[in-house]
């Protein structure tokens, strides 16, 4: 698992696929040990003969590159990372034209997910009815489940696309102990918050998003009854003011100021004319903004607000937050509650 | 620290990497800050010199990217992730006691000039939350009180060794020079893959669970 080689051997086959003889791994700069692994690997490829000059005596070249970031979320929009990687600011390119035709330099580029790139070699090797066997009908194959928060045992699980949280919390030894799931994301925040009710939801493309939300990076942040949905979406609302890069009125002012009302709300300030207010800013962000990140930055607070108002309007009646931080931690005294 | 002759021949170096020159200006600004623990206004004038763009321009650029440090960096700058799942899990008990027992807040640094202190968002380990990272290393599963030695440790330069990575802790412009793309060797000590990234893979050998057999004959052409 902490072997980049599979990634690079896809790095190799794609590049071979679209006769490219430049590729670029470009990774978040924030994560030191993991860009020493992809150095090292580079190299040891280079010097095995599967990179350079006429790769294996078969007349193709192929040069790689690990390139990090400098800290800037925004750089996973894939032409962001295009114009960070030419030098510039990463913020989003208008589409079309699509990356396909005039990517980097202008020139046609393929961009994927490292995810995506490191099963390239094990479909080659197994063959695509091989890996169509695995996953569902419409969504084939296996994946990576990031499953994190209250659970027992946190962790990466490969598994089949259409695994349910319930089978992967059967498996894993499931919510902390004493605990009950309150609501989780199937991919990260920019995914409509999910609750119990949806346990048993494919984790699949198509049956997540009948569930009302997407399937994502299918990193599963799993929070249990003693988190504040206030507190949380605030936080992840936080976070993309923070990760805004600015070249769109929406994503950059709506963010700005739905972190104010959320800040005011979670302290015991709002008023319930703050939630209509966060809702219409919302509307106004989703669907108007450049890239994707303003749409995203729009999922937790309308599911937050759909799911949990009460909870909401329970920090406007009873002035403040009714959680206790501290129950919502891992080291948390035994018996706190919430 | 001045900048010299062997820093401008290394953002040639690294120029020479990319097929358009300009590619190389985000690893040319990591590694001024390696040499200066900062980007200086030096630093970006040099970058701009070496790819025939204004100050102007290559400033725009460092400042965009939250990486690159305006003022000098402590030794040890500490990231402390208080993104949700982290701040839940106890990354806000865990910064509110660094700031108190530091003195020092959110980007700012000790007097010593050992020390900076800043709260991160998500750092893509939140199967090991809390994190907090030091010169971009991780630390995983931290409490206040490991924290406390954490930091106390950096201040009196025996820092513990990062939870995976390196068997020591290397200082912030070491870790920029790797950032620019001077590798310093040391990808294979430590821990690689923590138990949190491993414990799918063992509890699949565990129960016997596999991917189905590849056949060799029906195999796609
Ligand atoms: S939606 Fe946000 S991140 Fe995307 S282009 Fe607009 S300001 Fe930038
Ligand atoms: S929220 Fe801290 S690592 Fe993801």
Known sequence: ?338 | MALTDQTRAEMREIIARYPKPRSALLPMLHLAQSEEGHVSPEGIAMCAEELGLTKAEVGAVATFYTMYRRRPAGEYHVGICTNTLCAVLGGDEIMASVKEHLGIGHNETTEDGRLSLEHVECNAACDYAPVVMVNWEFYDNQTPATVRDLVDGCRAGTPPPPTRGPSTLCTFKQVSRVLAGFPDGRANEGVQAGPATLVGLELAKERGDRAPAMSTTDKDA
């Not at chain 1, 009302?212 to 504040?228: E, N, P, R, V």
């Open chain 1, 1 to 338: 698992m902490a072997n980049p080689h599979a990634l690079i051997e896809g790095v190799a086959i794609s590049s071979y696929a679209i006769r490219s003889s430049f590729a670029v791994i470009y990774v978040r700069g924030e994560i030191v040990h993991v860009i020493r692994r992809l150095q090292q690997a580079v190299l040891d490829a280079y010097a095995a003969g599967h990179l350079g000059k006429d790769i294996a005596g078969s007349g193709f070249d192929l040069d790689v590159v690990v390139h990090a970031g400098s800290g800037a979320y925004i750089c996973g929009e894939e032409t962001a990372l295009l114009d960070s990687l030419e030098g510039y600011r990463g913020q989003p390119r208008l589409r079309p034209p699509f990356p396909a035709t005039h990517g980097l330099y202008a020139s046609p580029t393929v961009v994927n997910n490292v995810e995506s790139i490191a099963s390239v070699p094990a479909i080659v090797l197994g063959g695509a009815q091989w890996f169509s066997s695995m996953g569902t009908e419409k969504s084939k194959g296996f994946t990576l489940y990031s499953l994190s928060g209250h659970v027992k045992n946190p962790g990466q699980y490969e598994a089949p696309l259409g695994i349910t949280l319930r089978q992967l919390l059967d498996l894993s030894g499931g919510m902390r102990e004493g605990r009950t799931l309150k609501f989780w994301t199937p991919g990260g925040s920019s995914t409509p918050l999910l609750t119990e009710a949806h346990l048993d939801v494919p984790l699949d493309y198509e049956g997540v998003a009948a569930a009302g939300s997407m399937l994502g990076t299918k990193a599963l942040q799993c929070f249990d009854d003693t988190t504040c949905v206030v507190r949380a979406v605030l936080r992840w609302t936080e976070f993309y003011a923070h990760e805004s890069c600015g070249k769109c009125t929406p994503c950059r002012e709506g963010t700005y100021w739905m972190v104010q009302i959320l800040q005011r709300l979670e302290a015991g300030t709002g008023t319930e004319d703050d939630l209509a207010t966060l809702l219409d800013t919302c509307d106004n962000i989703f669907g108007r903004s450049f890239c994707a990140l303003g749409d995203g930055a729009t999922s937790p607070i309308v599911s937050g607000l759909e799911l949990f108002r009460e909870e909401f309007l329970a920090h406007v009646t009873g002035a403040g937050c009714p959680f206790d931080p501290v129950a919502s931690t891992v080291f948390a005294p035994a018996g706190t509650s919430a």
